[in-house]
């Protein structure tokens, strides 16, 4: 019976002796700093579907509260042609620097053709 069950390796330590992560809840500016990350993605999705036409999915990949950039901005827009994709991607560009928003809290844009 012993074989089936392997005894606990030596020199490991006990399942009480592991530390253990520790979460603090965020602090005001945390909290907010996140929420001005979620007015950028869906400020930026609107100028997309202005632009572009309708969005089939957008999708905020990683944010971060601070930094030159704050987080990585994943849009499925129409795709028809290559230099009509290229002519609208450089107004959604040029929209997305004049926007105080945007401006402010700056996003990295992925974006995808929705062929479906």
Known sequence: MNAFFPRTPQGWATEAE??????R????????????????????RELAEAVFGPVRESALLGSRASGPIR???????????????QEREARFMAAVAA???????????VLGPDTD
Request: aromatic fraction near 8%; charged fraction near 35%; proline fraction near 10%.
């Open 99 to 109: 926007d105080p928003v945007l401006a402010r809290v700056r996003l990295v844009y």
């Open 18 to 23: 592991h530390p253990r992560l520790q979460r």
């Open 25 to 44: 809840p965020p602090t005001d500016a945390e909290r907010r700093a996140r929420w001005e990350v979620r007015a950028a993605q869906w400020r930026a």
């Open 71 to 85: 987080g990585l901005l994943r849009l499925r827009v129409p795709f028809r042609d290559v230099h009509v994709h």
